[in-house]
């Protein structure tokens, strides 16, 4: 039997907060017995929401903390001045090894700066960067950076590279994952000063599967597994194609209730459409890594429901089964010995 993977969960984050974290804490659990799941926030809270639920009492857990960061408030300021806040208190027991991850749908900028701050970053690993993976016509993509470092190097984006790849081959399971960087042409000549900078550096990067650059155009119809980028870039990326997909769903709803006979053609492509739509659905992939740092911390979306906490959770024990930390870990150390 594999060993249990803890995972703090941030009841108070997130605009569903704590109603939703706690179902899908308890979804999560249900479907995977290796699984503990610590909520950390105000206990009295969390109790009296728990008690509704039937669930296996060992695995979850209630962890006092008494303060909240909101999402307005300065990241630095808050980790600082808010020692019982909930990300606080939960990255604190992934640092003292107390648990696996911390997951939370809080405030972006107080994750980010507690991961690098708190949980600390691997030995090698020069900028941790988000991740989340994106739904495509082939599957999923992974997109790093998508909002932790807006003014990155060559060097960062390589590293990206490398981690991204160890992801999708371990968590996703794609075999030797096409890497490319995202750029306005396909041309290597193209792109601004850091893309130039990086391309000729992925080239001759040993261990990953590059196969040069991709327009925006091209990530939807899935054509590379790993897409590179600083993080400014990848946020709009991101935001983009989550506004569109709302966008379209919605359009294709109205579309089909807008006369008799399209509410009677959407009654037989319901099914079909229903199974088309889960793909494209980015809940169903879970949050998103912080990679590179001495624990798991994953962001899921400030309005994330109770499935998407629950395949976050459970996406925290693949991470663990699968030591992605260590072999993320391998890779950058022996880089920094063959650099010395």
């Known amino acids: 039997m594999s060993e249990i993977t803890k995972v703090v969960l941030d009841a108070m984050g997130g605009d569903n907060a704590p109603k939703e974290m706690i179902k899908g804490a308890v979804e999560a659990v249900s479907k995977e017995a290796g699984l503990k799941v610590i909520l950390v926030g105000r206990e009295e809270?969390?109790?009296?929401?728990?008690?509704?639920?039937?669930?296996?009492?060992?695995?979850?857990e209630v962890v006092n903390a008494t303060e909240v960061i909101e999402t307005a408030e300065p990241p630095v300021n808050a980790i600082r001045r808010k020692k019982d806040s909930s990300i606080v208190v939960g990255m604190k027991m992934v640092k003292k090894g107390e648990a696996d991850a911390f997951v939370s749908a809080g405030s972006s900028g107080a994750i980010l700066v507690g991961g690098q701050t708190i949980v600390g970053r691997l030995k090698g690993v020069e900028r941790p960067p988000l991740a989340p993976l994106i739904p495509t016509e082939k599957g999923v993509s992974l997109l790093?950076?998508?909002?932790?470092?807006?003014?990155?190097?060559?060097?960062?984006?390589?590293?990206?590279?490398?981690?991204?790849?160890?992801y999708m081959e371990h968590i996703v399971g794609i075999k030797n994952p096409k890497v490319a960087i995202v750029n306005i042409g396909a041309e290597e000549e193209k792109g601004n000063a850091l893309v130039k900078e990086t391309f000729p550096l992925l080239k001759e990067t040993k261990g990953i599967n590059f196969t040069g650059s991709i327009e925006a155009r091209e990530i939807p119809h899935g054509q590379a597994d790993v897409i590179v980028c600083e993080a400014f870039t990848g946020n709009v990326i991101l935001k983009l194609t989550e506004g569109l997909a709302s966008t379209l769903v919605g359009k294709i709803k109205e579309g089909m209730m807008s006369t008799l006979r399209s509410k009677i053609g959407a009654l037989l492509v319901k099914p079909a459409l229903k199974a088309t739509l889960k793909e494209f659905d980015a809940s169903e992939y879970g949050g998103a890594p912080l990679l590179g740092l001495n624990g798991l911390v994953v962001k899921t979306h400030g309005s994330a429901k109770a499935k998407e906490v629950s395949n976050t959770l459970i996406q925290c024990v693949t991470f663990k089964n699968q030591k992605i930390n260590e072999k993320i870990k391998e890779c950058i150390q022996t880089d920094v010995i063959s650099a010395e």
Do not use: W
Not at 147 to 164: C, E
């Open 45 to 60: 809270e969390i109790t009296s929401e728990l008690a509704s639920y039937n669930y296996k009492k060992e695995q979850i």
């Open 144 to 166: 790093i950076d998508c909002g932790a470092n807006v003014d990155a190097r060559p060097s960062h984006l390589v590293q990206f590279a490398k981690m991204g790849s160890i």
